[in-house]
């Protein structure tokens, strides 16, 4: 009651809307397993966080103290205990108190996080009702606290710390093991009933092994294994009576087990009865061990996890509700789309698959973001530089087919060129294509016609005066542009090597993001127990970002390629058959037996 008090008096205190989002929480009770039958109040349901199902494990504080739950009027606050919340690992257990769940009908609340200033937080220890008075998570190693108001704490444990269990850690019993929890007013069990019930996997079959018992003199209620069947035993007034052997506990598989008592006693496997006994149960108030008989001897071997104990009989419809909301298959809780916490309205897809990118995701995506910006800024550079250098290829070759007697008239030497030193890229952007100096074919032209000066001080060949080019000096010459060529042909190749690297690293780079991406969900699920279509989905498309992104890294990285190789393969080409007529000009004009010709001629015409 004081925590329905002190939960009514917070909704009207500073509860705003200044959440960063919000997340819709459903309980689907219309399942006939479920076996709810009539409404319930104040239900402590585990809530699992995960990758796959909330994005936003980074925009929540460490201690998750801006973490909070409402009802279905998204102002109502309600009591949270949180048993686990690892923002590195994407992990979060906590349990939430619902104020009811209807037969038939889909319950909801709200989950929001992200604000600055949430508000005082209702007690966490008013998330179990009265009448649950012990609540053992197995969170630490050691004796087991009770998570209820109630401290009763176990006085005794030699079970084993077992850190990954069914809901985050449990407690392992090896066949020598035992817990004990001391008598205390709040762990009576009256003539109104009990309930005992946790999450069990056997490790193999056994004889006689207790789970749980309770004596008070001759008086006493136990529940035990034989081979794989459970039944429970109750001792009264020196009778023995016991229930059917039911429900079969396969080894190495949790079970949720429950014991009721009071005016019959009742075994429930998985949220079903499975075998009952028509006779009340005494009043019991001696101490509660787990995993032996209170004198010692049949010890259980296994796992223990989620243990509850309460002083009244639970309803079928309440245990079908703990074992459909905690289990590894817990299709009973389900959680929404985030949304703004004042929109009320869903995001889109492709919103909700970005949120629910990991960490790791995020830093593959980053690297790809930045080989796709090299990769464009190659593919802008290459594309201005190689039309830059087609148009002045263009202008040079029509200059240069026009030339007579010099064929170094069009030569300009490297001190007159004003961009000089500056790349095409450079030039085509600043409009400057001072003397063809963006042409390849102009730069081979260059270091032909600076051989011929090389040789003749000139290239005029009317002021030769005689002299000419042996067969040996025009296949320098050639050598000489042959090499001018390769080095072109190199400018015109640099940085093709970062597209090619885009093209093959980034699909493979977006696979390793995928890969660790699945491997993290899996983990998380594994981790949670959280095995659902909505669970998986969200982490797996989320997972799939990083393929897409290296996709779109390579396409446009191998679409540009392409055009970039033709591009300087028609250069190349036209870089090539220049110099086949660069050097049949100079042979025709420059060589020995073509300047006698011309001499011969000349000393004829002057007889």
Not at 187 to 192: P, R
Request: aromatic share 8%; net charge negative; proline share 4%.
């Amino acid at each position: 009651m004081a925590g329905l008090l002190l939960a009514t008096s917070l909704s009207h205190t500073a509860w705003g809307d200044d959440w960063l989002g919000q997340k819709k929480i459903k309980f689907d009770t219309t399942g006939a397993d479920i076996g709810l039958k009539q409404e319930l109040s104040r239900v402590p349901v585990l809530v699992r966080l995960h990758a796959g199902n909330f994005a936003h494990f980074l925009d929540v504080k460490d201690d998750a103290s801006d973490l909070r739950f409402f009802a279905a009027d998204g102002k109502t606050p309600l009591p949270v205990q949180i048993e686990k919340f690892d923002a590195l690992n994407e992990i979060a257990l906590i349990w939430v108190q619902v104020p009811k769940l209807s037969p038939g009908k889909l319950d909801s609340i709200w989950m929001k996080y992200g604000n600055a200033q949430p508000g005082p937080a209702p007690d966490p220890k008013t998330v179990y009702d009265a009448n649950t008075v012990a609540v053992y998570h197995f969170e630490a190693a050691g004796a087991p606290k009770d998570a209820t108001a109630n401290a009763n704490d176990a006085s005794l444990s030699t079970a084993e710390f077992r850190p990954a269990s069914l809901i985050g850690a449990g407690a392992g019993f090896s066949g020598a093991q035992k817990i004990v929890i001391p008598a205390s007013p709040s762990l009576k069990f009256a003539d109104t009933g009990f309930t005992f019930s946790a999450w069990v996997k056997i490790a193999a079959p056994q004889r006689d092994a207790v789970l749980f018992a309770r004596q008070d003199g001759a008086d006493g209620v136990s529940l035990r294994i034989d081979q794989s069947k459970l039944y429970a035993r109750v001792e009264r007034g020196g009778k023995v009576r016991e229930t059917p052997r039911a429900g079969d506990l396969a080894p190495g598989t949790w079970h949720h087990v429950a014991l009721t008592g009071g005016a019959r006693a009742a075994i429930y496997v998985d949220g079903r009865e499975a075998a009952a006994l028509d006779v009340a149960t005494p009043a019991l108030a001696g101490d509660v061990v787990l995993g032996a008989a209170p004198g010692g001897g049949n010890f259980f071997t296994g796992e223990i996890d989620e243990l509850e104990l309460s002083n009244v009989a639970r309803s079928a419809g309440w245990i079908g509700v703990a074992a459909h909301s905690q289990g590894q298959d817990a299709r009973f809780v389900t959680l929404g789309q985030d949304e703004s916490a004042g929109g009320g309205g869903g995001t889109s897809y492709f919103g909700t698959i970005l949120r629910a990118v990991t960490v790791d995701g995020w830093a593959v995506i980053a690297l790809l973001c930045v080989m796709a910006g090299v990769s464009w800024w190659v593919m802008i550079n290459k594309f201005f530089a190689l039309h830059a250098s087609a148009s002045d290829n263009r202008k040079f070759v029509q200059a240069f087919q026009k030339l007579n007697r010099d064929p170094g008239a069009l030569d300009r030497d490297d001190g007159e060129n004003r961009d000089e030193g500056k790349s095409d890229f450079e030039r085509a952007l600043t409009g400057m294509h001072d003397h063809y100096q963006s042409s390849p074919i102009y730069r081979v032209y260059h270091v032909g016609i600076q051989e011929l000066k090389h040789r003749f001080g000139q290239t005029d060949t009317r002021l030769l005066h005689g002299k000419s080019l042996t067969p040996q000096a025009i296949d320098a010459i050639r050598a000489s542009l042959d090499a001018a060529q390769v080095r072109e042909n190199q400018k015109l190749n640099n940085l093709l090597v970062l597209l090619t690297i885009a093209i093959s690293g980034g699909p493979f780079l977006g696979l390793l993001g995928t890969v660790i991406g699945v491997m993290i969900t899996f983990a998380a699920i594994a981790a949670t127990g959280d095995v659902n279509i909505n669970a998986i989905a969200p982490g797996i498309a989320a997972a799939l970002v990083a393929t897409v992104a290296g996709l779109l890294v390579a396409i446009p990285a191998l679409f540009g390629y392409n055009y970039i190789v033709t591009q300087v393969k028609n250069i190349a080409a036209d870089m090539h058959v220049f110099i086949d007529e660069f050097i049949s000009k100079v042979a025709e004009q420059y060589a020995a037996d073509v300047r006698i010709a011309h001499e011969d001629a000349g000393r004829k015409r002057a007889v």
